[in-house]
């Protein structure tokens, strides 16, 4: 089971640091990844940890402003957003996996384990 906290109300420029932690085991050697789904769209890849080797992927539109990263202390894998825009608007989940393979490590149905979501309102 893993947990999406952190989202809120932020003004474009702002930041927000999202945080995904599993309940009941460690996503330690696992791949995670966020993803995120605006209001009528689908739900879009945004970063990914594969499976902790520090092989990170961003989406094009969040390079540069957003950073993934493991805490092992809290066990947690964050989000850190920079540079928000209204268009970062969206409910924010994390997702894991112990068996997906690098090629499909930016599409959603690879994940098999998803966190509930937590909403990140950038407003203009």
């Known amino acids: 089971q893993l947990q999406a906290s952190g989202g809120g109300l932020v003004q474009a420029g702002g930041s927000l640091r999202v945080s995904c932690v599993a309940s009941?085991?460690?996503?330690?050697?696992?791949?995670v990844g966020w993803f995120r789904q605006a209001p009528g769209k689908e739900r879009e890849f945004v970063a990914v940890?594969?499976?902790?080797?520090?092989?990170?992927t961003y989406a094009d539109s969040v390079k540069g402003r957003f950073t993934i990263s493991r805490d092992r202390a809290k066990k947690t894998v964050d989000l850190q957003m920079n540079q928000l825009k209204p268009e970062d608007t969206a409910i924010y989940y994390c997702?894991?996996?112990?068996?997906?393979?690098?090629?499909?490590?930016?599409?959603?149905?690879?994940?098999?384990?998803w966190g509930q979501g937590t909403l990140v309102t950038v407003s203009s």
């Open positions: 009941g085991r460690t996503v330690g050697g696992f791949t």
């Open positions: 997702a894991a996996s112990d068996s997906l393979i690098w090629s499909t490590r930016t599409t959603p149905s690879a994940y098999g384990y």
């Open positions: 940890d594969f499976r902790s080797q520090g092989r990170i």
